[in-house]
């Protein structure tokens, strides 16, 4: 229903509805009561599927906060962990300048 091919074969319809009950058989006159309760009818299914849809993506949407949270933590646990070996080099080169290990030049 949010295509361009439906819009354009609605207003379609609406136009052929209206031109046929113009000419001299008409089974639904001028006001178009009919035509009136297929609109109805058809705003109330547009309705009932927008409320799906919108239902749908919010599930698509919490599965990816879902996804990005997860990946966050595994990034996190990763940079702790370097941080801690980079912690332990750090101890390392000061306890071989404390030493007095030669260093390059």
Do not use: C
């Amino acid at each position: 229903m949010g295509s361009w091919g439906f819009i354009g074969g609605f207003l379609a319809f609406m136009l052929v509805w209206a031109a046929v009950n113009l000419m001299a058989f008409s089974w639904d006159p001028y006001p178009y009561i009919l035509l009136n309760l297929f609109l109805s009818m058809l705003a109330g299914l547009q309705g009932a599927i927008l409320l799906i849809a919108a239902k749908r993506q919010d599930g698509i949407a919490a599965a990816l906060a879902e996804h990005d949270y997860e990946t966050n933590v595994a990034a996190k646990q990763e940079l702790e962990e370097l941080m801690e070996i980079n912690r332990l080099q750090l101890t390392l080169i000061r306890e071989l300048r404390a030493l007095g290990a030669p260093t390059e030049k």
